[in-house]
């Protein structure tokens, strides 16, 4: 990056945060900080939702998904538009009618004290890990390409997004979001726009799309009854409708974003914007890997393409090893590429026969670099836990985009960082600030009072997960472990949510301890069954069927419930 790049990231990330600062300024109620001023538009929302899952995580992480394992990770949100749909009929007009600032103060009036704070306990500790993720993630890929350092970058991106949700609350996030995401979206389209132009000479795009499907990039739909793999059709319809209830019907992080609507018609347009919208745009984003997969296919990547890590491990040990690792994969990669274009002349002269013969070599040849790929990995850690998939994006910027777009794609990482992070920020002090200090600590405050500890919680959670971020040290791909952490805790929040909406006569105390059951049983199946024979997705239906289930035997053999339901 140049003096220009810097401009630009520095011009762009404060101009956001300033005016978030200033739009907000005056906004000193308790029930505006939390909730915003209740008059926020459909197209806000949408936004504001749809900004607040898409962190720098999916940014960064989803074009590497896209480069190694095509377009399949698309499946991962075909539940989502049943889900939303669900929310928007049954979840939202509850918690419109009940006027709540949190989730889980329905929670509190459908069940009982426990349960609401079993609920509220498990968000936060899901949502701080995430917080902690969230700018870890960036930090960690921004910091080694470009050679900053690690602790600094966390720390300036933290005390910029938490200096600015603190002032601002609910409505800062929601103003500065929209700006965000913009950023992000022309982002996008300038890093398609830079790959097509890319393209080898005389590569068409029916060839692009050849080569791509040849090598097995565009299988977006599996239809595999395996549990153990991750992104299939029935995973991502089932299993991942739960997870998108989950997030979206229980997350405070997105439910405060949507109960802020000037009405519930407001708010259920919000949701269903990013129903239409947000299947289309992770197929765009995993797009961009298949074609960055295309153009490393003609041009010569690094071997593995976390170069600090290589540069590392080749200064202190394995030079010569590694070095015989970087021949072998250019002699590869030469005879890949000669292949292809044996392959992409064949097709052109229309002779199907040679067309095929070339195609299976080309398959080979291809097939040669990747083993020599896994061979880098193992050189790097010899477990191979590392994933160099995250850096795959990063690197294509950093090698062939024009300085100024440069500092405009760091900048929008940086935002979908910020935006992310202000409304998990937001939800935390939120929840902590109603659904405990208010509920146990001091339920007779001033809103003055309540106003100023929601502040208070806000920067504290921002410093836990500031701290949380200089702790970590983690290696698998970034947007998986995001999703995979939700899994974990996700389940039993469902499930509470389920029983009150659904199971009527269920109570307080039967679906605490189910609540309590089902948690242990999904952390039970994370540290003792491999990935490969369960996929993560499917902890969200074992979880909240089991839930249903336990909660259900203990009302039975406790009897009819005391207290009177609440819908």
Not at 224 to 241: D, E, K, L, V
Not at 316 to 344: C, D, M, N, P, Y
Not at 506 to 519: E, H, R
Request: proline letters at 3%; charged letters at 15%.
């Amino acid at each position: 990056m140049n003096a220009l790049d810097y401009v630009v990231l520095l011009v762009t990330i404060l101009g956001i945060a300033a005016y978030g600062t200033w739009r907000t300024r005056g906004r000193h109620t308790f029930s505006t900080y939390l909730k915003g001023a209740g008059d926020t538009r459909w197209f806000v929302i949408g936004l504001s939702v749809m900004a607040t899952q898409a962190s720098a995580v999916t940014f960064l992480s989803t074009p590497g998904q896209g480069f190694q394992g095509g377009l399949g990770f698309v499946q991962f949100y075909f539940g989502m538009p049943i889900a939303l749909i669900i929310i928007a009929a049954v979840f939202l007009p509850i918690y419109r009618r009940l006027n709540v600032i949190t989730a889980y103060e329905y929670l509190g009036q459908r069940f009982d004290g426990k349960t609401r704070l079993l609920g509220a306990a498990v968000f936060l500790v899901q949502r701080a890990l995430g917080a902690g993720l969230t700018i870890y993630a960036p930090a960690i890929v921004l910091s080694k390409v470009m050679g900053w350092s690690l602790s600094a970058t966390i720390l300036c991106s933290g005390i910029v997004v938490v200096v600015y949700t603190a002032t601002g609350g609910s409505d800062a996030v929601n103003v500065t979001q929209k700006y965000q995401i913009s950023i992000i979206f022309a982002a996008m389209i300038a890093a398609f726009i830079i790959l097509l132009k890319n393209l080898p000479d005389g590569l068409t795009f029916s060839d692009t799309l050849s080569i791509a499907g040849g090598m097995h990039k565009l299988e977006a739909v599996n239809f595999s009854t395996n549990p153990g793999m991750r992104y299939t059709f029935w995973s991502g319809t089932i299993a991942a409708t739960f997870h998108m209830l989950a997030y979206f019907g229980t997350d405070q992080s997105q439910v405060q974003r949507y109960i802020s609507g000037a009405s519930l018609r407001e708010s259920r347009l919000g949701l269903m914007f990013n129903a239409v919208f947000k299947i289309p745009m992770q197929f765009f984003i995993l797009s961009l890997g298949v074609l960055l997969f295309v153009v490393y296919q003609f041009e010569k990547p690094p071997v593995y393409f976390d170069q600090v890590a290589w540069q590392e491990r080749a200064a202190h040990s394995q030079g010569g090893t590694l070095r015989e690792i970087e021949t072998k994969f250019s002699t590869a990669h030469s005879e890949e590429e000669h292949q292809l274009q044996a392959w992409v002349k064949a097709r052109h002269t229309g002779d199907s026969t040679a067309e095929s013969t070339a195609r299976s070599a080309a398959a080979l040849a291809h097939d040669r670099v990747e083993a020599v790929r896994k061979e880098a990995r193992l050189a790097v850690d010899p477990h191979d836990k590392r994933n160099d998939t995250d850096y795959i994006f990063i690197t294509f910027i950093m090698d062939h985009f024009p300085h100024g777009m440069i500092g405009l794609l760091v900048a929008a990482f940086f935002a979908a960082a910020l935006s992310a992070k202000s409304a998990e920020l937001n939800s935390l002090g939120s929840a902590t600030t109603v659904d405990i200090y208010r509920h146990i600590i001091r339920p007779n405050a001033s809103d003055a009072q309540y106003l100023a500890a929601s502040r208070g919680f806000t920067i504290f959670w921002g410093v836990v997960s500031i701290a949380f971020a200089l702790c970590l040290s983690f290696a698998d791909n970034l947007v998986q472990a995001v999703n995979i952490v939700g899994a974990i805790f996700y389940p039993v929040m469902l499930s509470l949510f389920v029983v009150g909406f659904f199971l009527r006569k269920i109570g307080g105390t039967a679906v605490f301890w189910g609540g309590l059951t089902a948690q242990t049983l999904v952390l039970a199946l994370y540290f003792t069954v491999p990935d490969q024979r369960l996929s993560y997705l499917w902890y969200n239906v074992i979880g909240c069927i089991v839930c249903v289930l336990v909660s259900a035997v203990i009302q039975l053999a406790s009897g009819p419930q005391s207290r009177v339901a609440v819908t």
